[in-house]
């Protein structure tokens, strides 16, 4: 027999309402988030750890989350990463839908910010909070009229050169893109678990590790992440070591020319955005 379920008009509200969860340890926040935003509609969870957070996204369906920058146990930041990096790795073997994410800190720093809006958050506030602000950019992020601050793309440059890394930073960061440094092959591999690396400028003569290795140790680990190779390797030399991983989509010889690494840069990026 086929059972009959009615849905009451209260089953139904229950079916509608969104659910989000507020990350914060201070408890006149909690106290302000409530008065502000408790509806019919919305069903608020509150944490007070990093770690809580985690493990209720992995478990229910979160449609927003409000999270605070300081954190008793990890850094908000941290926990976005954590966020976004079960997305990567996961995404070929589930589509896992982007949690919106509101950050919050009564300390804003510019550093955090940037790394925020790599990160793809939606909006990061400045305590204290304009309530009116809050409601209104909760009610289109739930409705789906939102857009996310533009994301910061995160170029990670190996090179054990000081001067070289300063180099990097100095000409290839900018209001799109922030570049991180290392020294070895060892260090870049660290950097591409914890950061994921939109883009990956090496040099094959690294210390611990060499840039052939991490490339091929990428490779195995199955991250197709585009690289650019930059060596002190002669560009036929250099070319052959690294024409089979496919990873790499172009080989400088040093010295090279500053244009054409900018240029393929910007290629590069605008594919991987495409």
């Given at each position: 027999?086929?059972?009959?379920?009615?849905?009451?008009?209260?089953?139904?509200?229950?079916?509608?309402?969104?659910?989000?969860?507020?990350?914060?340890?201070?408890?006149?926040?909690?106290?302000?988030?409530?008065?502000?935003?408790?509806?019919?509609?919305?069903?608020?969870?509150?944490?007070?750890?990093?770690?809580?957070?985690?493990?209720?996204?992995?478990?229910?369906?979160?449609?927003?989350?409000?999270?605070?920058?300081?954190?008793?146990?990890?850094?908000?930041?941290?926990?976005?990463?954590?966020?976004?990096?079960?997305?990567?790795?996961?995404?070929?073997?589930?589509?896992?839908?982007?949690?919106?994410?509101?950050?919050?800190?009564?300390?804003?720093?510019?550093?955090?910010?940037?790394?925020?809006?790599?990160?793809?958050?939606?909006?990061?506030?400045?305590?204290?909070?304009?309530?009116?602000?809050?409601?209104?950019?909760?009610e289109d992020v739930l409705r789906g009229q939102y857009e996310a601050v533009a994301r910061r793309k995160l170029i990670l440059c190996a090179d054990s050169e000081p001067r070289v890394q300063r180099f990097y930073e100095g000409t290839l960061s900018d209001e799109e893109c922030t570049v991180m440094c290392v020294s070895s092959g060892i260090e870049a591999l660290e950097a591409v678990e914890f950061h994921q690396p939109d883009l990956i400028i090496t040099e094959l003569n690294l210390p611990e590790m060499d840039g052939l290795e991490f490339l091929q140790t990428l490779k195995e680990s199955g991250r197709d992440i585009p690289v650019i190779v930059i060596s002190s390797v002669g560009e036929k030399e250099g070319k052959e070591k690294v024409k089979d991983i496919g990873m790499v989509k172009n080989y400088l010889a040093k010295p090279f020319k500053l244009d054409e690494l900018r240029k393929n840069v910007r290629e590069i990026l605008k594919e991987a955005k495409d």
């Open positions: 027999m086929f059972k009959l379920e009615i849905l009451t008009l209260s089953s139904m509200n229950e079916k509608e309402k969104k659910t989000l969860l507020i990350a914060d340890d201070v408890k006149l926040f909690q106290i302000l988030i409530k008065q502000t935003l408790t509806s019919k509609n919305y069903e608020l969870i509150f944490v007070e750890k990093g770690r809580q957070v985690l493990d209720i996204v992995m478990k229910r369906d979160i449609d927003l989350l409000i999270l605070d920058v300081e954190l008793p146990d990890m850094s908000g930041i941290e926990v976005l990463r954590q966020i976004r990096k079960l997305n990567v790795d996961m995404q070929s073997v589930v589509e896992l839908k982007e949690l919106p994410v509101i950050m919050v800190t009564a300390y804003p720093r510019e550093e955090i910010r940037r790394e925020a809006e790599r990160l793809g958050v939606i909006s990061f506030l400045g305590k204290p909070i304009d309530r009116k602000k809050l409601r209104k950019m909760v």
